[in-house]
């Protein structure tokens, strides 16, 4: 059974049993309600997109914003000199999973294409000769003294490090997606052979650690495509018992994280340091934990100069339907700040001020179109920082 929904649309109602209904709801990638129809269920997006197996139903979600526009976030968020449209020749009309999936497998076999990468990793074995160091440690509380085997460590030279564990693990995790068209399966199926000797990378595990460097410059936009992959698709393991398999984004995240970045350097040129997810605490015991979106600390500063909180939507959970403006009215008390800044996506949220009673502090509320070029969104953001340095300066 195939359900198709629209980031943003009308929920619809869809005929399954409790059992799938009670799954869809505990998924967590789509909103679904018990209809007033004996068999039938109210199914809504939330904030995932994508291509999702929910017990038996494939759920097709798609986001609101047009591929093109959705990718210049995701290549912002994860570093904003890394892709830009032409790089990965997007189709227009192409679903999210098609989109990522090609433009996947046109990086990685343009990449590969020239020879794998190689370099060292170090690798830890138990070995009946010495290479490389003795690990004393090791070896004495594993062996219990024995002579053989050894437990050494050692650097090894060649194709079987983080670059290529990546691109490996992205392409078979893709395979095992539906409905990628032939062409980009071949594509894919080709990059799998040529890192035949690379370890792939296993589901659950933390993803390989890489560093951009001149040497991987080739790879870079593979790589950061495989992230996406890698990451999009492990929302098999965030569920517990419900069955879940495919490829979802958390707008949400994708929202925050582009903001962070984009945000964080234009406040950084006006001197300082931004701090994105900054560990603070509501109690004196430091046992309550905040982690304000972004902080910035003007130079010379160590008190923070302004708090910015990411909220693609407004959090209304039941019973508080002004969640967000309490949350920053607690990071505004613990910090000291005045003023303090809540950032939506336009069309979820207007924008307004809000001056709490009895107190200095006033919150802000902005909104980003989102659905506009990179270049006019940029250009917000950078008007953002402007009105945020004129309430913190």
């Known amino acids: 059974m195939r359900v198709e929904l629209r980031e943003g649309g009308d929920p619809i109602d869809v005929q399954v049993s409790d059992r799938v209904g ?54 912002y968020a994860n570093d904003h000199r890394v892709w830009r449209d032409d790089d990965l020749d997007l189709v227009e009309d192409h679903d999210l999973l098609s989109a990522i999936a090609t433009a996947f497998a046109r990086q990685a076999d343009k990449a590969t294409q020239q020879g794998l990468l190689q370099g060292y990793r170090t690798v830890e074995e ?95 936009i593979a790589l950061r495509l495989a992230e996406l992959v890698l990451r999009g698709s492990s929302v098999e393991q965030e569920h517990g018992s419900v069955q879940v398999n495919g490829f979802m984004l958390d707008m949400a995240k994708v929202f925050e994280s582009f903001l962070a970045e984009a945000l964080g350097v234009a406040l950084a040129q006006r001197g300082g340091r931004c701090k994105p997810q900054d560990r603070w605490h509501l109690d004196e015991a430091e046992t309550v934990l905040m982690k304000p979106d972004l902080v910035w600390y003007h130079t010379g500063s160590v008190s923070p100069t302004a708090v910015i909180d990411a909220k693609y939507k407004a959090e209304k959970p039941s019973g508080y339907p002004n969640a967000d403006l309490y949350q920053m009215l607690a990071y505004c ?54 009105r945020i340095t004129k309430t913190a300066l």
């Open 22 to 75: 009670t799954a869809l709801r505990n998924s967590g990638l789509v909103n679904a309600t018990p209809a007033l129809n004996d068999g039938w269920w109210t199914v809504g997006a939330a904030n995932r997109v994508g291509v999702a197996r929910v017990a038996g139903v494939e759920l097709w979600i798609q986001p609101k914003l047009p591929i093109r526009r959705l990718f210049f976030l995701l290549g």
């Open 126 to 220: 138990a070995s009946p000769v010495l290479k490389g160091r003795l690990r004393n440690t090791d070896q004495l509380t594993r062996r219990f003294g024995l002579a053989i085997p050894l437990e050494i460590r050692y650097d090894d030279y060649g194709v079987d490090i983080p670059e290529n564990q990546l691109l490996r693990g992205a392409a078979e995790r893709l395979l095992k997606l539906p409905h990628i068209d032939a062409t980009t399966r071949r594509s894919l199926l080709r990059v799998v052979r040529t890192l035949a000797d690379v370890t792939s990378v296993p589901r659950g595990d933390q993803l390989p650690l890489w560093r951009p460097s001149r040497l991987n410059a080739r790879y870079q």
């Open 333 to 386: 008390t613990v910090s000291g700040l005045r003023h303090g800044h809540l950032v939506y996506a336009k069309g979820n949220e207007p924008e307004a001020q809000h001056q709490v009673v009895g107190t200095a502090v006033e919150i802000s509320q902005h909104a980003l179109d989102l659905d506009t070029t990179p270049e006019a969104l940029l250009q917000q953001v950078e008007e953002l920082a402007v």
